[in-house]
């Protein structure tokens, strides 16, 4: 029976050295993929797991909470790939809309306000948000959740038209479902979308109304257009 514990002993500290004290099992490099904003440098300088490593003492989500840290990061998934390797799978957050800042200048966020990067010039493609919010106050702010719902649902040929979006906050809401969305387009043309529901048949009826000579648009209750 004695012979029997030590065996099994004698295999678990085997697996032990080999997975902790081998040094054939550690870090010797950090692979990432999915990086086009931030350097692969700064996601390995924040991922922080210094060579020579053993991979099984790697915390795996505490790496990825922090690579998810730097702010253009939405999310990062790491994984050992063994026996000496760490590969760190990054999302980056992608701007949706653009506002224009004091200083001059745009702050490019994602759809939870969060910047992504700065430009001089807004650039194309990419609509701007008319809003007094600060910097600071985009982030989480239910109004950019809104904005960013709507232009996510527009069709190809519409989206491409949008040169501004504004939003005013239906009476007694304050989330993003209660706030009413106004597109303004290249052409001059305005169009009241409202809340994000119904977003279908609201584009249907706008490729019908938009190509006539109304200047304003009402679709934010489908099936009793106002226009103008």
Do not use: C
């Not at 040094?23 to 010797?28: A, D, E, F, Y």
């Not at 795996?60 to 998934?77: C, D, K, L, M």
């Not at 040169?163 to 809401?173: D, E, L």
């Not at 977003?199 to 934010?220: C, F, M, T, W």
Request: aromatic share 4%; charged share 15%.
């Amino acid at each position: 029976m004695a012979f029997f514990a030590l065996a099994a002993f004698a295999i678990v500290a085997g697996v032990g050295w080999a997975l902790l004290g081998n040094r054939l099992l550690v870090v010797r490099s950090v692979t990432v993929t999915g990086t086009h904003l931030v350097s692969q440098a700064r996601v390995i300088a924040a991922a922080d797991v210094p060579p020579g490593t053993p991979l099984l003492r790697v915390d795996t989500g505490a790496v990825a909470r922090r690579v998810a840290a730097i702010p253009q990061v939405a999310s990062a998934r790491v994984t050992a790939d063994w026996p000496d390797r760490l590969v760190i799978a990054v999302t980056e957050r992608v701007p949706v809309l653009a506002v224009k800042m004091a200083g001059g200048g745009y702050d490019l966020v994602d759809p939870a306000g969060v910047p992504v990067r700065w430009a001089k010039t807004r650039p194309a493609g990419l609509p701007r948000l008319l809003t007094s919010l600060p910097g600071s106050g985009l982030a989480g702010a239910p109004s950019v959740s809104a904005a960013a719902s709507v232009l996510a649902e527009l069709q190809r040929w519409l989206a491409s038209q949008v040169a501004q979006v504004s939003v005013t906050q239906a009476t007694g809401s304050g989330d993003a479902a209660g706030q009413r969305v106004t597109l303004h387009l290249t052409s001059g043309k305005i169009v009241l979308w409202g809340g994000p529901d119904r977003a279908g048949q609201k584009n249907r009826e706008l490729a019908i109304l938009l190509p006539g000579k109304a200047h304003y648009v009402d679709v934010s209750a489908p099936g009793t257009v106002v226009t103008r």
